[in-house]
């Protein structure tokens, strides 16, 4: 029996909750995952709220990079997916990525596939790496980007990109990298942890960015009380000349609550997502019951991890702010 990743989906989708992702969510994301090899972790990410935006899904390809990349003579993706432009993209960044000791210093390769913005989810991938294993992570984050880009970056871009690291308060560190393939001009996400909340609009204002400070004070006042452990992620963008206005504010409780346990601040948090009108009640709720975990056979024993990674509050222009949460789920073979 071959398998796919939707062998797994299909050991934890009973405990999806309907009010996070849908039917046809979840009918789209099969269809994806039966696409794929068995990856250990996955993740959909739900829009929360009543905002129409779509729930999407990402895969964490550490340990499947053979199959994913196209080394690996058992376990053939599909001609048709792997022949559009952003997945031979993906093929070279792995390819670069067996060969070089830089970029084998990423910590981690995640696929997200973007259900908002294209029918076949699958044949555009937005690729994001880690680059926190390494000291000089501005020389991998752009190496990798150059690769995914397929080239040298416009000026204006690679200057934003080097100014995002220049400017970086000494505590705070660029963890993940991400390319959007899926999206127009092929914008490059930042995600940046360790930034304080005093910190931050000074940040912002420092790498240009144009969105608006006052609506940032008002989210930052408005939840960082709640948060052990604040990210953002932000976008640079050559069609905009740089920094792109959107702003991603990121809720983390702490490595060791990201699977099966459930933070007492979780419980705050959702509650005043809630009372912002940026999480409705069944959400709150369906949120803080999907940590656990399951026993299934999938040809031999297995134990698959479900955990709440993140929660995202998400600022666009003129002022639009919505939330997302992050589910993920983790497979282990029992005895390991």
């Given amino acids: 029996m071959i398998l796919s990743l939707e062998n797994y989906l299909a050991a934890i989708d009973e405990h999806l909750p309907s009010v996070l992702v849908s039917s046809a969510a979840l009918s789209d994301i099969r269809a994806i995952a039966r696409e794929l090899p068995p990856v250990r972790t996955a993740c959909f990410e739900c829009p929360l709220g009543e905002v129409g935006v779509e729930t999407d899904f990402s895969v964490c390809a550490d340990g499947a990079l053979d199959a994913l990349g196209g080394r690996s003579a058992s376990a053939k993706l599909n001609n048709t997916i792997v022949t559009s432009p952003p997945w031979q993209r993906f093929r070279a960044f792995c390819e670069s990525w067996s060969a070089s000791t830089l970029l084998r210093q990423t910590s981690n390769i995640w696929l997200e596939f973007d259900r908002s913005r294209h029918t076949v989810p699958i044949l555009k991938p937005s690729v994001f790496f880690g680059v926190h294993r390494i000291k000089d992570r501005q020389r991998l984050a752009e190496a990798g980007v150059r690769l995914l880009r397929g080239g040298l970056l416009p000026e204006q871009l690679a200057h934003a990109l080097s100014l995002s690291f220049r400017a970086l308060p000494e505590n705070a560190n660029v963890f993940q990298v991400g390319v959007m393939l899926s999206r127009k001009n092929t914008p490059v996400r930042l995600c940046v942890l360790g930034i304080a909340p005093d910190q931050l609009l000074d940040y912002l204002l420092a790498i240009g960015w144009s969105g608006s400070i ?115 789920f983790l497979h282990v073979w029992r005895g390991q």
Wanted: charged residues 20%; proline residues 7%.
């Fill in 214 to 328: 006052e609506d940032v004070k008002y989210i930052l006042h408005s939840i960082s009380q709640y948060l052990p452990c604040l990210a953002v992620d932000f976008d640079l963008d050559s069609s905009v000349n740089g920094v792109a206005p959107r702003l991603g504010i990121e809720c983390y409780m702490g490595r060791e609550y990201q699977l099966v346990k459930v933070h007492p601040n979780w419980e705050l948090l959702l509650k005043q997502l809630v009372k912002l009108g940026l999480c409705l009640p069944s959400e709150r709720d369906a949120l803080l019951t999907w940590p656990g975990y399951t026993f299934r056979d999938v040809i031999l024993p297995s134990v698959f991890f479900r955990g709440l990674n993140h929660v995202k509050v998400v600022w666009e222009p003129p002022g639009f702010v919505y939330a997302k949460a992050y589910l993920v």
